[in-house]
């Protein structure tokens, strides 16, 4: 899971610095859609993860705090969207480096993420054997084990009537980006 998410966080960069040659409305929507399609992982990752390391009532509260982020993310984005208004480049506007640099350097963050997010607590290099052990006897109240490599198609049904997944889905549209807003780089 870690590498699945460390990999998706490295092409959303990827992705993100390709915006910066975007030249019509088309070319940045293609962008757009490659930036939803990577970022759309990084939730769902972060859930799985948290779910081999925290129970389930110590899960809810690291949610809020991710979901708080996205609020602190909009206000240092907009500082930083001003500052970079401001620059001055012979070649290249202000938004253009903009989203390079936080191209690259979310680019990086996806490569730390490989190297030092272990795909399972059992994986962790940090941890002692008493402490993973100790950590496995924490988490058994949740009865959904570290991880699992079957797939199954009951599964798959599960959350399609799951009424829980099609609300986060609905709050996930509606918090999404508004078009007019985000579509336009200045």
């Known amino acids: 899971m870690a590498k699945w998410l460390a990999a998706n966080v490295f092409l959303w960069g990827v992705a993100t610095a390709c915006t910066a040659a975007a030249f019509n409305y088309h070319s940045l929507l293609v962008a757009r859609i ?10 769902p990752c972060l859930m ?9 009532s110590e899960q809810a509260p690291r949610f809020s705090i991710w979901y708080c982020g996205l609020g602190v993310g909009q206000i240092i984005g907009g500082i930083v969207s001003f500052g970079f208004q401001h620059v001055e480049h012979s070649t290249l506007k202000g938004w253009q480096l903009m989203f390079i640099v936080l191209g690259i350097i979310t680019s990086l963050v ?8 272990p795909d399972t607590p059992m994986e962790a290099k940090f941890l002692t054997e008493a402490e993973k052990i100790a950590l496995l006897k924490h988490v058994s109240v949740n009865q959904t084990g570290i991880e699992n490599h079957n797939f199954k198609l009951t599964h798959v049904l599960e ?8 609300l986060m889905v609905i709050l996930t549209i509606l918090v999404g980006p508004h078009p007019q807003r985000d579509l336009h780089p200045r």
């Open 159 to 166: 959350v399609l009537m799951d009424v829980q997944i099609w």
């Open 110 to 117: 996806g490569v730390a993420t490989y190297f030092i997010l």
């Open 48 to 56: 799985l993860i948290s779910s081999q390391w925290y129970t389930k």
């Open 34 to 43: 490659f930036l939803g399609i990577f970022e759309a992982s990084i939730a």
